[in-house]
C-alpha cells in the first residue's frame, strides 16, 4: 500500500497557489499591497478555522477572553496572545510527549516529524502535514532559485540530520523543487571536516547551503589541505544563514561565490530570503505574516524598529498551524524594493535573539552580532564565544578571541574595536585558532554556542 503523502500533498496546489522560478516572479512577487492582503486575509481565515479546533490555541484564546468569531481578519490579530518555545515546552511537559499544539487527529493522521536542535534547550517536538510541509520545502527552494541554484548545481550540505528537521528539510526542498544534486554531508560530526573537503572536490561541489560558522571552517580546511577554494573546488554560490556574518569575508575565503542569506526556524520554514540584488531578505508575504514584537511588552512595533519575529503562517491549516509564534529572533521590517521587481517587504536578516541578549550598564549586546564584528580584522579567525561573569551586582562580559598572531597590541586593538560596535566595554581574552572549539562545538552543531553564562 502506498501512503496517501503525496495525493495530501497535493503538488498541482502547491505550484498554483505557492509558485517557484519564473512563475513566482511573474505572479505573487508582482501582486499591489491591496491584493496581498485580500490573499492574506482569505488564507488567514482558513488558518484561524483550523487553529480553534487545536487543543493548544483554544485553552490559550479562551483564557485570554477570546471566543469563535472575535478575530475578523488580520487586524485582529494583535488581540491574539503570542507564544513562544516556552509555551510549547510546557504544553509537552503537560501533555507528554507531543504536547497538545500539534492537532494531529483522525482527520489530520499523517505527520513528518522531527525535532529541534535543542539549540536553546531540551528539543522541541516538530510535527509536518504532508501539504504544510511541501509547501515549506517549496518556499525554501524558491529562495535557492532566486539566488541562483540552477539544473546541475552540485549543493553540498552542512546541515545536521538526526532527528533534527533542519538537512532533512533542505535536502526535500532541493530535491522536489530544483534540478540540481545534493551531497548530505551534514555537520562536522556527521562527516569530519576532512572528509568533506575531499567529498567536495571529488563531487564538484558548486553550491554549499548551510550555517556561516561551519561554512567560514570549511573554507579554512580546504587551504590546510592544500588546495584553492574557488578553483580545485568550483564553489559558485552559497547560501545560508548569514545574519550578520560579513559577507565579503565569506565571499573572499571560497574564492569570489556569491553569499546569499535566508531566515526561519524549524517550526515555519523560510520566512525570508535574499535574492540577487542582496538588497534584504524578502519576506514571503504570500505565506507568512511577520509581526515585529517589544521584547519586554510584547506589543506591535511599527516598520523599522527593531524587535522579536513572530510568525503567523498562511498555509499551516492541517497539522500544528502557527498563530502568533515570537521566535525570539530579532530583525526589523524594511519596506520593499519595487525595482528588484519583487513587490513584499523586507528584513535585513538576522539580528540577535532577545532571550539570548545581555545587558550592560544598560546597553543591549548580543553576542551572535560580534562575528560580524571581528570578520574584517585580519588577525582574527572569526571564531569566538562570550563567557557572562557576574561581580558582585555588575554582570561583565569577556570575548575569548581566536587570532592568527600573538601582540602586546593585538588585545586593546580588539577590546577598542569591540567598545566602538558594541557601545559598552568588554574584556577580551585571546586564544590560538582552533581554541575555541570545544567550547562552541563548532564542529558538530548547526548553531554554534556563543554565549557561556557563568554567573552563580
Request: net charge negative; with cysteine.
Amino acid at each position: 500500500m502506498v501512503s496517501r503523502y503525496f495525493q495530501e500533498a497535493d503538488p498541482a496546489r502547491i505550484a498554483a497557489e505557492y509558485p517557484v522560478g519564473d512563475a513566482f516572479l511573474d505572479g505573487p512577487a508582482k501582486l499591489s499591497r491591496d491584493m496581498l492582503r485580500a490573499l492574506q486575509e482569505e488564507r488567514f481565515e482558513a488558518v484561524m478555522q483550523r487553529a480553534w479546533q487545536v487543543p493548544f490555541y483554544k485553552r490559550r484564546w479562551s483564557a485570554a477572553g477570546i471566543e469563535t468569531g472575535d478575530i475578523k481578519g488580520l487586524d485582529d490579530l494583535a488581540k491574539l496572545p503570542s507564544f513562544s518555545k516556552t509555551d510549547l515546552m510546557e504544553s509537552v511537559d503537560a501533555y507528554p510527549p507531543f504536547g497538545d499544539y500539534h492537532g494531529r487527529d483522525d482527520e489530520f493522521p499523517h505527520a513528518v516529524f522531527h525535532t529541534t536542535s535543542g539549540t536553546t534547550g531540551t528539543p522541541q517536538p516538530l510535527f509536518f502535514g504532508p501539504f504544510d510541509r511541501e509547501v515549506q520545502n517549496a518556499l525554501l527552494a524558491r529562495g535557492y532559485l532566486l539566488q541562483g541554484m540552477r539544473q546541475g548545481d552540485v549543493v553540498h550540505s552542512v546541515y545536521g540530520y538526526g532527528m533534527v528537521n533542519g538537512g532533512h528539510y533542505v535536502r526535500e526542498a532541493v530535491a522536489h523543487f530544483t534540478e540540481a544534486m545534493y551531497v548530505p554531508a551534514g555537520t562536522g560530526r556527521d562527516t569530519p571536516t576532512v572528509q568533506q573537503v575531499e567529498a567536495m572536490q571529488r563531487y564538484g561541489a558548486t553550491a554549499i547551503v548551510g550555517f556561516a560558522d561551519y561554512i567560514k571552517r570549511l573554507a579554512e580546511a580546504v587551504v590546510e589541505a592544500g588546495l584553492k577554494p574557488g578553483v580545485d573546488i568550483p564553489l559558485r554560490m552559497i547560501s545560508g544563514h548569514i545574519g550578520q556574518e560579513d559577507k565579503q569575508a565569506i565571499s573572499d575565503a571560497w574564492g569570489g561565490a556569491a553569499v546569499y542569506d535566508w531566515y526561519g526556524v524549524g517550526d515555519t520554514g523560510v520566512i525570508a530570503a535574499e535574492g540577487p540584488s542582496q538588497n534584504g531578505l524578502y519576506i514571503w508575504e504570500d505565506a507568512q505574516i511577520l509581526e515585529i514584537l517589544d521584547a519586554e511588552t510584547g506589543a506591535v512595533l511599527p516598520d523599522g524598529h527593531a524587535g522579536d519575529m513572530c510568525a503567523t503562517c498562511l498555509f499551516k491549516t492541517g497539522v500544528y498551524p502557527i498563530v502568533r509564534f515570537d521566535t525570539k529572533d530579532v530583525s526589523t521590517v524594511l519596506p520593499s524594493d519595487p525595482a528588484s521587481g519583487i513587490n513584499f517587504r523586507r528584513i535585513p536578516g538576522f539580528q540577535g535573539r532577545s532571550d539570548n541578549m545581555v545587558k550592560l550598564r544598560g546597553i543591549n549586546v548580543y553576542p551572535t552580532a560580534i562575528g560580524a564584528m571581528l570578520d574584517p580584522h585580519p588577525a582574527t579567525t572569526g571564531e569566538y564565544y562570550c563567557r557572562l561573569t557576574r561581580d558582585g551586582a555588575r554582570d561583565e562580559l569577556t570575548v575569548v578571541i581566536e587570532v592568527r598572531e600573538q601582540g602586546l597590541a593585538l588585545q586593546p586593538d580588539l577590546s577598542g574595536l569591540l567598545k566602538r560596535g558594541l557601545g559598552v566595554e568588554v574584556f577580551v581574552e585571546l586564544a590560538i585558532p582552533g581554541a575555541t572549539a570545544s567550547a562552541t562545538q563548532v564542529e558538530s552543531r548547526q548553531k554554534p554556542i556563543r554565549l557561556i553564562d557563568e554567573r552563580a
